[in-house]
């Protein structure tokens, strides 16, 4: 089991959960305001702390959470199932990628055993922050230069309040 | 929608097994610890190699599938433009249709004041336009026929005569109409290219569709400046143009297509005219 404290929860996870958000969406051309990614981003999260209290190995956690992250978008926006599933697995997998690269490498620079990083929620944080920074920076660039893999504002129109209709 | 129905499945899988790879990364890196008393992604080893190997294998199925939806697409859309083509082709001839009374009656008032060679003049002009229509028809292919209208249209905004003569029917011929239309415009642009860079008396621009037994044979002859005979040898080759805005790949790309279809190409030139021949077999 692997449970997490509150201060991670709202240090870590939440503002994880809205940075994936924003990256999947803006690279679909989904763009929300930033009191809807913060609700993504706090459901997201309580569901995150719920899924670790679960008794399952290393991996099974992100690949379970995912789908679930998934739904809550499609609660929150209405945008399609299969559309918010891959906005979440696209920056899902970025983000796995680039903590499979940090995260061995900040632990080797560092010194410090995985264990007691897992064991003290400061660590955990400041283990974060590079990574987390990294994630920003790309949203930034993303939300800067308009990039997208596919501009989903053509198939939707956000008449009804940030929701989304689908033009078809 | 179907552009996304197509692509959304492809980045699903690819960007799982993008997923599922960094999962196992960071599991074998952590495997040698007791961080996680749960265990890791390394006792489903097996398991996960299995589904990869079936993400990878369908990824590679979907990725054909959206090749083959690509040509269809771009076949569709030579359809498309073709249809656009033929319309236009429909309306000239109800123009001409529409014309003929004016022509009639002009022909009469010719007649009338005894002006036969003013007539015969201008019936020939007349008749030039209707036979090209005519023979643009009869090569029994809607999209050469779509192509052909073009390439009349396109010769007389250069003030090039372009004469068609259709001996046979291209319903036998094996070549695909997409492939016959890239050998045909090629030729034919080639051949206004060749009218239009020097400033000749009368260029003119013919094509010849005929039979010879077993074989087609697509005559694309032009009144253009001769041809050496040094580049003749190469000019089939892919990259040899004589003109640096070109690519040179018109004509071996024509070559491509004949040979494709067992058939072969000949070209002769002199001071009167170059003559570009494809020979085909019938089906």
């Known amino acids: 089991m692997d449970t997490m404290p509150l201060i991670t929860v709202l240090l870590i996870s939440l503002p994880e959960e809205i940075l ?8 679909f051309g989904i763009k929300l305001s930033f009191r809807r990614l913060v609700l993504i981003g706090a459901l997201q999260a309580m569901v995150s702390y719920c899924i670790r209290l679960l008794p399952l190995a290393f991996g099974i956690h992100t690949m379970l959470q995912i789908p679930i992250f998934a739904l809550v978008i499609w609660l929150i926006i209405r945008v399609p199932y299969l559309i918010a599933l891959t906005c979440i697995l696209v920056s899902a997998s970025f983000y796995m990628v680039i903590d499979a690269t940090l995260g061995p490498l900040l632990l080797h620079l560092t010194g410090i055993p995985l264990e007691q990083v ?3 929620p400061s660590l955990q944080i400041l283990f974060f922050l590079p990574q987390g920074l990294i994630v ?8 800067f230069y308009d990039l997208k893999i596919i501009d989903l504002g053509s198939y939707y129109s956000n008449r009804c309040k940030g929701r989304f209709e689908w033009i078809d | ?3 996304l129905n197509n692509i959304i499945p492809i980045i699903i899988i690819v960007v799982f097994e993008l997923l599922i790879l960094a999962l196992l990364n960071l599991s074998v890196y952590i ?6 008393t749960t265990g890791n992604l390394t006792i489903l080893i097996f398991p996960m190699n299995a589904v990869l190997f079936l993400l990878a294998v369908t990824s590679v199925i979907m990725f054909i599938r959206i090749s083959v939806n ?7 859309r030579a359809r498309l433009e073709s249809l656009k083509h033929l319309e236009a082709l429909m309306q000239t001839m109800r123009r001409q249709r529409h014309e003929f009374n004016h022509h009639l009656q002009t022909v009469y008032g010719f007649l009338c004041v005894e002006a036969y060679v003013e007539v015969k003049d201008y019936l020939q002009g007349i008749l030039e336009e209707v036979a090209v229509t005519n023979a643009i028809i009869s090569v029994d292919n809607p999209g050469v026929s779509a192509l052909l209208h073009v390439k009349a249209a396109q010769m007389e905004s250069h003030n090039v005569q372009f004469e068609v003569t259709n001996t046979a029917s291209l319903k036998k ?9 890239e050998l045909l415009g090629n030729l034919l642009d080639n051949a206004l290219e060749a009218v239009t860079e020097c400033s000749i008396k009368n260029p003119k621009v013919k094509l010849i569709i005929s039979q010879r037994g077993e074989e087609y044979i697509l005559s694309v002859i032009n009144n253009g400046l001769p041809i050496s005979q040094s580049a003749i040898n190469k000019i089939f080759d892919p990259g040899f143009s004589t003109k640096k805005e070109h690519l040179g790949m018109g004509l071996y790309i024509v070559k491509q297509i004949v040979e494709k279809y067992g058939g072969t190409l000949n070209i002769t030139s002199n001071e009167r005219a170059t003559n570009f021949q494809a020979f085909i077999k019938m089906v």
């Open chain 1, 20 to 27: 994936l958000t924003a990256v999947g969406l803006q690279l």
């Open chain 1, 118 to 120: 897992l064991a003290t």
């Open chain 1, 136 to 143: 920003f920076f790309i949203v930034l660039l993303l939300y």
């Open chain 2, 1 to 3: 929608m179907d552009r």
């Open chain 2, 31 to 36: 495997a040698g610890t007791n961080a996680f």
């Open chain 2, 70 to 76: 690509i040509q269809e697409e771009a076949e569709n």
């Open chain 2, 173 to 181: 011929i094996p070549v695909k109409t997409s492939e016959l239309n």
